[in-house]
């Protein structure tokens, strides 16, 4: 069992950038592949970003390609997301969640956290 916290949300103007923090506890986390997803208003839950247990390896969805940043500390038991370059179409919940496979399905990932609201104005 793994209990994920996000935090870092907020409103910021297209251009911006935003720095997202997921704290995992319970089991060893290093034993987990880590994700974020997020969920635009009225649309879906949709893959943004994965890492591998031991951060070497990292896939990114095309339309946040280059411009943000999956990242994991094993030691504080976290897992980050820097923004940059935001635009308005990334307005959603963005959510942490824990899983076995670096995959971009949402049904690969059984653990969750609650997400955390980002805004970007145009």
């Known amino acids: 069992q793994v209990q994920l916290v996000e935090s870092g949300g907020g409103l910021v103007q297209a251009g911006g950038s935003l720095r997202l923090s997921c704290a995992a506890s319970?089991?060893?986390?290093?034993?987990?592949?880590l994700a974020w997803f997020r969920q635009p208003p009225g649309k879906e839950r949709e893959f943004v970003a994965t890492?591998?247990?031991?951060?070497?390896?990292?896939s990114y969805a095309d339309s946040v390609k280059g411009r943000f940043s999956i990242s994991r500390d094993n030691a504080k038991n976290t897992v980050s997301l820097q923004m940059n370059s935001l635009k308005p179409q990334d307005t959603a919940v963005y959510y942490c969640?824990?899983?076995?496979?670096?995959?971009?399905?949402?049904?690969?990932?059984?653990?969750w956290g609650q997400g955390t609201q980002v805004a970007v104005s145009s």
């Open positions: 969640a824990a899983g076995f496979w670096a995959t971009a399905s949402t049904t690969d990932y059984p653990y």
């Open positions: 319970g089991r060893t986390v290093s034993s987990y592949t």
């Open positions: 890492i591998s247990r031991g951060g070497g390896v990292t």
